[in-house]
C-alpha cells in the first residue's frame, strides 16, 4: 500500500508542476498587446538611399485592461470549506437519499497568476455512504435489506482522503474584467474550479479493487468580498469529484452494468484568507507603447491595427447654489448623520431644519405670534437616488419648477406637520429669515431687500432641462459633452428615485462608461461667486471682494471633495483634481435680486472631466 501512495504522490506532485508551468505561461501571454494584430511594409527601390542615422520614435499610454503580474510571493491564499455530499453510485438509488449523505471538510492553498486565472492545492477528508450489492462484502455491512421487488442490498461506506490540484477560472475577471486594486467593484463573484487528484481509501480490509486512484474534481463557485481590499472572501462551491466506477467496488456483473462513473455531489460553505498585508488583491498597470523606426537601406513600420482608436473627450458640468451658500462648514448636527452639500442641492427640502418643539410651535401658530426665537435642528440629507417619503413639497436647488423656499403661512406649515410628523423651519436672524439653507459664517450678512431671503422662481438649472439655458449663457468648449449635475449625480450613485426626474437616461450611461471603462486625466473646478454684496462698512469694495472669491474658491472646493469621496473615482489620483480660476472668481451682476437667472447663472462650480478612452 505505501508504494501504491507514493506513487500516486508522486503523480500529484508532477501534475502540479505542469499545471503551474502552464499557468505561468497563460499569465505571461496575458500581458501581451490586445492589440496584436502587426504588419511590416516594406519599400523596394533601386535608387540610391543615403546613409542616415537610425531614428527611434517612442511613445507609451497607460492601458487601463492589462496588467503587470505581481512576483512568485504575491497573490497567495488560503481557505476552508466544510459541508455535505450524495455519493452516486451503481446501488444509490435503492435505498434512501439520506442514506447517501455525509459531511465533509477541506483545506487548502493557492495562488493568483493574473486576476482571471491561479492555481489551488486541496485536501479534503470524508467517507462515503451509500448501498451495494448484497454479496459484496468489502465495504458493506449492517443487515440485509430489500427493495420493492424483493432484491436484496446491504449499506455501504467507505472512509478516504483526497489531495488535488485544481485551475481556478475567475468568470466575473474573465467577463468583465479586472476592477483595479481597492475598488469597489465586483465585491461578488464567480469562479471556476477544474483539476485532478488522488484519493486514498482507508480503514478497510479488501483484497479487490484499488487503495489509491485518480479523482476529478469540478467546483462552482461563488465568493462574496466585504471590503474593497478583498482579503477575505466567504465562499459557498457547488462541488463534484468523479471516480472511476470501482469507486464502490463495483465492476459490473452479469445482472448489473455498473454505471461508468462514481461520483460524490455536494455542497460546501467556507472561506478564502489573501497572505498579503499590501495590495494582496492588486496588479500594477501596463503601458502599451508604440515605436516607429526609419532604417538606412530600407523602412519597416511596425503598425498597430486597432479595433478603436483611443478617444480623447472632456466632460463639462455646471453645479448651481443657493446664496451665501458653499457647504463648507455644513456640519451635521444629527448624530450619524451626514449633511452633505451636494445631496441638498440634488433633493434637499427647504432649510434642512425643522423645530425641536412641535407644542410650541402649534401654540404660536394658534396665537398669530412669531416663531422667531423657537429652538431649530438639522433634518439628515437624503442621497437623492431614493424615493421621499416627504415628495409633495419641492427639494433641490434648481431641480424642479418650483422653487427651494416654502410657504411661512401658517396653515401651510400645520398641513406639512400633519404628512410629516415635524414643523419645517426657516433659519432666523434677527428680522431677517431665510428660507433656504447658508453656510454659518454668512448668517450675519445683510441682503439688499427681504425678497431676496427666499426663492421666488427656478429655472432647473441644476437638471437636464436647463441645459439649454447654460448653453446660451455659459462658457462651454464647442468639443466639450455638456452634462447637468443631476445626470452626473446619477452617474456617481444610480438613476433612480427622486433624482430620475430630472435626467435623460442616455446622458447618465455615457457618463458612467466614462468612468467605467475610460481614464480619467483631469478633473477641473472653477468657482463662481457674483458681485453682489450689502457691506457697506470700511474698505466696503474689497471687503466685497474677499468675501465672494472665498465663496467661489469653497464652492469649489465642495465639489471636489464630494468627487474624490465617490467611489467610482476611487482609482484616479488625488494630482488629477484641480481647482483653479481662469477667468476669475467673480462675475459682475447689477441686478440687485439675488434671485433673477443672471445672478443664479454666475453661483456655480464649473467642472471639466478631461477622459482618454478606447
Not at 542616415?52 to 512576483?71: A, F, H, M
Amino acid at each position: 500500500m505505501e508504494m501504491k501512495l507514493t506513487n500516486l504522490v508522486r503523480r500529484t506532485v508532477a501534475f502540479l508542476v505542469v499545471g503551474i508551468m502552464a499557468t505561468c505561461g497563460s499569465s505571461v501571454f496575458a500581458q501581451e498587446d490586445k492589440y496584436k494584430d502587426y504588419r511590416e511594409v516594406f519599400r523596394d527601390t533601386t535608387d540610391y538611399v543615403a546613409p542616415t542615422e537610425l531614428n527611434v520614435y517612442k511613445d507609451s499610454i497607460l492601458d487601463p485592461l492589462r496588467v503587470v503580474t505581481n512576483r512568485f510571493g504575491k497573490n497567495w491564499f488560503v481557505f476552508a470549506t466544510g459541508g455535505v455530499h450524495s455519493f452516486r453510485g451503481d446501488y444509490s438509488n435503492w435505498g434512501k437519499f439520506k442514506g447517501t449523505l455525509s459531511p465533509d471538510w477541506g483545506i487548502g492553498v493557492g495562488k493568483w497568476f493574473t486576476p482571471g486565472i491561479g492555481l489551488k492545492m486541496e485536501f479534503i477528508r470524508s467517507n462515503s455512504r451509500g448501498y451495494t450489492a448484497y454479496e459484496n462484502g468489502h465495504y458493506g455491512y449492517g443487515d440485509l435489506l430489500y427493495t420493492a421487488d424483493g432484491t436484496p442490498y446491504r449499506k455501504m461506506k467507505t472512509g478516504w482522503w483526497d489531495i488535488s490540484g485544481s485551475a481556478i477560472l475567475n468568470l466575473s475577471r474573465l467577463f468583465l474584467g479586472y476592477e483595479g486594486y481597492d475598488s469597489p467593484k465586483r465585491m461578488n463573484q464567480f469562479m471556476l474550479n477544474l483539476g485532478i487528484g488522488g484519493v486514498h481509501h482507508m480503514g478497510y480490509e479488501h483484497s479487490h479493487g484499488s487503495d489509491n486512484e485518480w479523482s476529478g474534481h469540478m467546483e462552482l463557485q461563488y465568493s462574496r468580498f466585504f471590503n474593497r481590499k478583498k482579503r477575505f472572501s466567504l465562499d459557498i462551491k457547488a462541488r463534484g469529484i468523479f471516480y472511476q466506477t470501482n469507486f464502490d467496488l463495483e465492476y459490473g456483473q452479469a445482472d448489473h452494468a455498473a454505471f461508468k462513473w462514481d461520483c460524490n455531489l455536494g455542497i460546501d460553505i467556507g472561506f478564502t484568507f489573501y497572505l498579503d498585508k499590501q495590495r494582496s488583491n492588486g496588479w500594477g498597470r501596463s503601458t502599451t507603447q508604440f515605436y516607429q523606426r526609419d532604417y538606412r537601406e530600407r523602412k519597416i513600420m511596425v503598425v498597430k491595427v486597432k479595433e478603436k482608436p483611443v478617444q480623447y473627450g472632456t466632460v463639462t458640468f455646471y453645479v448651481f447654489y443657493p446664496n451665501n451658500y458653499s457647504g463648507r462648514n455644513d456640519a451635521p448636527q444629527v448624530q450619524g448623520a451626514t449633511v452633505n452639500a451636494l445631496d441638498y442641492l440634488a433633493g434637499g427640502i427647504f432649510t434642512q431644519k425643522q423645530y425641536v418643539n412641535n407644542g410650541e410651535v402649534a401654540d404660536k401658530i394658534l396665537k398669530g405670534a412669531s416663531l422667531n426665537g423657537l429652538a431649530i435642528k438639522d433634518i439628515p440629507t437624503e442621497e437623492a437616488n431614493r424615493d421621499f417619503e416627504i415628495d409633495y413639497v419641492p427639494r433641490g436647488y434648481e431641480m424642479s419648477d418650483v422653487p427651494l423656499s416654502l410657504s411661512l403661512d401658517g396653515e401651510k406649515m400645520t398641513a406639512f406637520r400633519e404628512k410629516a410628523g415635524f414643523y419645517y423651519a426657516p433659519i432666523f436672524d434677527g428680522l431677517h429669515t431665510w428660507r433656504y439653507r447658508i453656510d454659518n459664517e454668512t448668517l450675519k450678512q445683510q441682503l439688499i431687500s427681504n425678497d431676496n431671503y427666499m426663492e421666488t422662481a427656478s429655472f432647473g438649472l441644476n437638471a437636464h432641462r436647463g441645459l439649454e439655458i447654460i448653453r446660451k449663457n455659459m462658457d462651454v468648449d464647442s468639443g466639450d459633452k455638456l452634462v447637468s449635475f443631476a445626470d452626473v449625480y446619477a452617474a456617481m450613485k444610480s438613476d433612480e428615485g427622486y433624482i430620475s426626474r430630472f435626467t435623460d437616461e442616455n446622458t447618465v450611461k455615457f457618463i458612467k462608461r466614462v468612468l467605467d471603462e475610460g481614464v480619467i486625466t483631469l478633473i477641473q473646478a472653477e468657482g463662481l461667486a457674483t458681485s453682489q454684496d450689502n457691506f457697506t462698512g470700511a474698505d466696503a469694495e474689497n471687503v466685497g471682494i474677499e468675501r465672494n472669491t472665498a465663496l467661489s474658491q469653497n464652492r469649489a472646493n465642495t465639489v471636489i471633495s464630494w468627487l474624490k469621496e465617490n467611489e467610482r473615482l476611487n482609482d484616479v489620483a488625488s494630482q488629477i483634481f484641480m481647482v483653479n480660476s481662469l477667468n476669475g472668481p467673480i462675475r459682475t451682476v447689477t441686478d440687485k435680486s439675488t434671485r433673477g437667472l443672471n445672478a443664479k447663472l454666475n453661483r456655480c462650480v464649473k467642472v471639466r472631466i478631461h477622459y482618454m478612452m478606447k
